[in-house]
């Protein structure tokens, strides 16, 4: 029987970008685990339409802080995008996965927007970058659109943000497995660990 890997991340953290784009991928090759995503808004006030980057780090040059995030990322192999220096609200993304969820295409939905976001710079807010995020991922465009704004969705997207921090969720990327819990952006090497305490086995 398979374990489960209970994984908290957002669209517009770099750190989970990184780790979904590395540890991630590795961990659901190599052991014998099933994804339960949970979407979780990072900076959930965040107005509609977002806000400049240095709001969040003020008197913090974007530049050095863009490089510093770029090489840590390099250091899982994880290359070739450009943090942006606006912090969009993930809000709509976030009910699009759970429409994604209820057709069975959340893991293209969810890989199509942290590509499209990181590697292409598109915007998780615009009508036009959505839909063809969404179309990517097998979705029909106009049904996309509707569930980014679809009052359920986001009630859904809310009550899974309330359940995470009800859990003792305050800080992503968080990896949950059995009783072990990995906070942040951590090599494969801790959470291979984790996984197998928690009874993890490698895929045959």
């Not at 913090?60 to 250091?75: N, Q, V």
């Not at 997207?157 to 309330?162: N, P, S």
């Not at 859990?167 to 494969?188: D, H, N």
Request: aromatic share 8%; charged share 20%.
């Amino acid at each position: 029987m398979s374990s489960t890997l209970r994984l908290y991340t957002d669209f517009v953290c770099p750190f989970c970008f990184i780790a979904e784009q590395s540890t991630v991928p590795r961990l659901l090759a190599e052991l014998d685990l099933e994804l339960d995503w949970y979407g979780f808004e990072l900076h959930p006030s965040t107005p509609p339409g977002g806000v400049p980057l240095s709001r969040l780090f003020p008197g913090t040059p974007l530049g050095p802080l863009h490089e510093r995030t770029k090489r840590f990322a390099a250091t899982f192999g994880v290359t070739g995008f450009q943090p942006p220096d606006w912090l969009h609200n993930s809000r709509m993304a976030l009910a699009i996965a759970e429409h994604a969820r209820d057709l069975d295409r959340l893991e293209p939905f969810r890989q199509a927007a942290m590509n499209a976001h990181w590697r292409q710079g598109k915007n998780l807010e615009n009508a036009d970058d959505l839909a063809a995020i969404a179309e990517s991922a097998g979705l029909e465009q106009s049904a996309a659109l509707a569930a980014s704004t679809d009052p359920a969705l986001l009630a859904r997207v809310d009550e899974r943000q309330a359940e995470a921090r009800r859990a003792g969720v305050t800080g992503i990327p968080t990896f949950v497995l059995g009783s072990e819990r990995v906070v942040g952006c951590q090599p494969y090497e801790a959470l291979l660990a984790a996984a197998l305490r928690a009874g993890a086995r490698p895929r045959a």
